[in-house]
């Protein structure tokens, strides 16, 4: 039983040493365990108690006492960029947001074309947009603003779709890999001028490119000026250290709660790896999976985004 128990006691003792090591480097190998930071706890913890329970040794009990700090570390995290209740949470929305990652070899084009034309949506954010490139004309009836699939790039991956005309609407190149994907529009509701911004970055186990393009996308957006909704596929959780310190820098705040968004099949265990984030004026009415995966490896969000005048009171007085 013995040799059992160091078997598996090596193995929790490897898991943590992984999830242990973002706080000894910044290296991007630990960024891409990053964000497995509390399941990859909970199978330490299981690992070592497993062991334990085969032949009774400190080490064991000691794993299990550093896998429960890092993986209370992990959950403390998910809440520092929460953004704070909305004064008054019966408000209507001033728009609605559907961000999705459709898989750029996704069979299921025509589905997702009927569904971003139904969603209700005002704007749309498509990360890899090849398969509804056959259904531009369609969309369009909805949505007659965009870039993207034509509109100022030659590439259909990224795309943004709008009901109302885009006041300034500008394509950018963030990645050394891919190209065309951050979209920066600001888009007036009755008014009220929004930036939207659309990203989509590169996997984190891409050596360093993805915390490179955070920030250059941080660069990017740093001249733009109040009300924002930052959205896409960041293939990576918030509790990756890049994203943190992006969200730090810019402001961007997220709902109280993210959904879990890949892998699809074992969501009870999955991450929130695509992402909605607001800041200033704007708050978060809801902020939902999409039901369906409509053929893609991402679920989709919808956000139903307030606009509140932080210098009201609520109840009114």
């Known amino acids: 039983m013995k040799s059992v128990s160091i078997v598996i006691g090596t193995l929790a003792a490897l898991a943590v040493a992984a999830l242990a090591g973002r706080y000894a480097t910044g290296s991007w190998i630990f960024y891409t365990i990053a964000s497995l930071q509390i399941q990859g706890a909970v199978a330490a913890f299981a690992l070592a108690a497993i062991s334990f329970g085969f032949y009774r040794h400190a080490l064991n009990l000691a794993l299990m006492v550093v896998a429960i700090l890092i993986g209370a ?171 943190r310190g992006f969200l730090k820098s810019t402001y961007l705040m997220t709902a109280e709660k993210e959904p879990q968004t890949w892998p699809v099949k074992a969501t009870w265990a999955g991450m929130a790896i695509d992402h909605v984030f607001v800041r200033d004026a704007l708050r978060f009415k809801s902020l939902a999976r999409v039901e369906e995966t409509l053929g893609s490896n991402h679920y989709g969000l919808i956000a139903d985004v307030l606009w509140q005048d932080d210098t009201a009171t609520y109840p009114p007085q």
């Open 73 to 243: 570390h992990g959950y403390i995290m998910l809440g520092e960029f929460r953004q704070p209740a909305p004064l008054d949470p019966a408000a209507k929305p001033l728009f609605r947001l559907l961000s999705i990652n459709i898989m750029g070899d996704n069979p299921q084009g025509v589905k997702v074309a009927d569904y971003i034309i139904g969603s209700g949506a005002d704007v749309v954010f498509i990360q890899e947009s090849a398969p509804i490139g056959p259904h531009i004309d369609r969309i369009k009836v909805v949505y007659p603003y965009r870039l993207g699939c034509g509109a100022q790039t030659i590439t259909c991956d990224q795309s943004l779709w709008s009901k109302r005309p885009l006041a300034e609407g500008k394509v950018i190149t963030a990645s050394p890999i891919y190209r065309d994907r951050l979209m920066i529009a600001t888009i007036d509701f009755d008014g009220r001028p929004v930036n939207f911004v659309n990203v989509h970055l590169t996997k984190p186990y891409f050596d360093n490119f993805h915390a490179y393009e955070l920030r250059r996308i941080q660069k990017s957006i740093a001249p733009l000026k109040g009300p924002m909704i930052l959205a896409g596929d960041f293939n990576a959780s918030i509790l990756t250290p890049d994203i």
